[in-house]
Every structure is written in C-alpha cells, then in structure tokens.
C-alpha cells in the first residue's frame, strides 16, 4: 500500500481506488474508512445488527468476539466479514491492474454470492434465533444450511512409573484416511 511505501521515505504520488475524492491509500482507509469500506460494512452493520467498525482491531473486538461460531448466523456473519475483506481487495486490484471500477455495490453483490456458494454443499441443522434469521432474510440469505459438528476434549493423563502409555489418533474423509501414534513414559 502506497502509505507503507512513503513511510519508508520512497517520494510517492498516491491515490486512493475506493474514494471518488482520492486520499492516500493505506489498508485502513481501503477496508474500512474509505467511501467503499465504509458503505459496505455500514451496510453489513445494518443488515446484521452489529456495531460499526472502523479499523481491524475494531472488526475483531465488535465482530468477531461477539459471534458464536456454533450458530448458522455466526458461520455466516464469519463469512460476511472474509469474504467482505477480500472482495474489497480483489476490487481494488481490479481498479488498479484492470482499469474498472470499484462499487460498494458490485462488493457486496460477490460477497453474498459468495456465501450462498460457500454454504451450497451444507444440509441444514440450525438457523439460531428469530431476530438472526430476520437479519440474514433482509440480506437475501435465506435458509442458508450449515453443518455444525461439536468436537470433544480430551487431556492427555501421564502413564503410572515404570509402564509406557500408546496414544494413538486417524482420521478419514471420503476415500482418503492418515494416522500416528506416539509411546510416552511418565517423563511425557
């Protein structure tokens, strides 16, 4: 980004793709405070019912710490917020390498599409609260299914003096499967 570039003392003309009043362009001022970052995650914002972010250390705290990633409306609002990230990046590339256009609104369009991609191969199990679905309904998300699968925790426990302990671990998907295995004394 040009700002990263003139901090290092490099002369630089720089201008800004998101903004039809161009400023300096830095990551910040493209994702988040520019016309285009700042109309598409008011946008989400508004659709989701979530708080406003202006940077990324507030897209984490406000987004991403508030969402629980067990519910259909978590996994999609996560995915709102990747793929927003990067449609907007691929946008600004198009605008540079390219010559188009950037537009909040083709944005927006990729990254809807794009969940309704990401979640086409999921068989429904739960769309979390009415308010949440109300949400996703106004984005024209409807019924997005999702497979949601709660793992187990387990603490590995030292073997008694004197006996070694065999732990072993596979797993598979389709056709294709791996393994290991580790032997510990009580050192570990």
Not at 68 to 87: C, M, P, Y
Not at 140 to 150: D, E, G, K, Q, Y
Not at 153 to 171: I, R
Request: hydrophobic letters at 40%; a positive charge.
């Amino acid at each position: 980004m040009d700002k990263n570039i003139q901090q290092r003392g490099i002369s630089l003309a720089s201008k800004c793709s998101c903004c039809s009043n161009p400023n300096i362009e830095s990551l910040e001022h493209l994702l988040f405070q520019g016309e285009v970052g700042t109309n598409i995650w008011g946008y989400f914002n508004k659709a989701l019912n979530l708080s406003a972010c202006w940077d990324m250390p507030s897209l984490l705290a406000k987004w991403l710490r508030k969402i629980n990633l067990s519910k259909h409306f978590g996994i999609v609002t996560t995915s709102i917020e990747a793929l927003t990230l990067w449609n907007i990046w691929l946008s600004r590339n198009s605008t540079i390498f390219a010559r188009s256009s950037m537009s909040w609104i083709c944005v927006k369009n990729q990254v809807i599409k794009g969940i309704h991609d990401l979640f086409a191969s999921f068989k429904p199990k739960s769309h979390g609260s009415y308010l949440n679905q109300l949400s996703l309904n106004s984005l024209n998300i409807n019924h997005i299914p999702i497979n949601v699968r709660n793992g187990t925790w387990t603490k590995w426990q030292v073997p008694a003096l004197g006996t070694l302990k065999f732990n072993m671990d596979g797993s598979s998907i389709n056709n294709l499967c791996a393994g290991g295995g580790v032997v510990r004394d009580h050192f570990g």
